[in-house]
Structures are given as C-alpha cells and as structure tokens.
C-alpha cells in the first residue's frame, strides 16, 4: 500500500469515526470501512502488452497486391451526369 493511499485512508477512517461521535474501541471498524469505500475506486493493473515483432525481411511478410478497379470505356469518362 502507497503512503498517499494509507494517508486518505487514515483520513477516511478518521472521518468516519468523527461522524459515528467519537466512539471508542471502534478504529478497526473505522479502518475496514474505509478500505471497503476505497476498493471501487482503485483500478486493477493491466498487464504490460508485448511488442509485436517486426519482420526483418521482405520475405518474411507475403505481399499484398491492391484490388484493380476495372477499366472504364471511354464513354463512361466523358459522359456527365444524367
């Protein structure tokens, strides 16, 4: 646990004890209460992702050949809009 996370659960737990009046023998109560207030709130680690790795030859990779539009007749370049 963080300093910063102990320090605003200190807090937290004191806060809570003040709103309950003050009561004795009860800072453990305080303390789990304050820890279960905080638990949504902190965020699971994700894991680190790895780098892919880059091929280092153009053989590696196979090429990837561009879709040919098919060939206009010269009618339907110079014909406008209808």
């Known amino acids: 646990m963080?300093?910063?996370?102990h320090v605003q659960l200190e807090l937290r737990a004191y806060y809570i004890w003040e709103q309950q009046g003050r009561p004795e023998g009860l800072a453990l109560e305080h303390?789990?209460?304050a820890q279960a207030e905080a638990a949504p709130e902190t965020k699971?680690?994700?894991?680190?992702?790895?780098?892919k790795k880059?091929?280092?030859t153009t053989e590696a990779k196979p090429a990837i050949k561009a879709a040919k539009r098919p060939?206009?007749?010269?009618?339907?370049?110079?014909?406008?809009p209808s």
């Open 2 to 5: 963080g300093t910063e996370t």
């Open 31 to 33: 303390w789990l209460e």
């Open 44 to 51: 699971p680690r994700r894991p680190k992702r790895r780098a």
């Open 54 to 56: 880059v091929a280092t």
């Open 71 to 80: 060939a206009r007749s010269r009618r339907e370049q110079t014909a406008g």
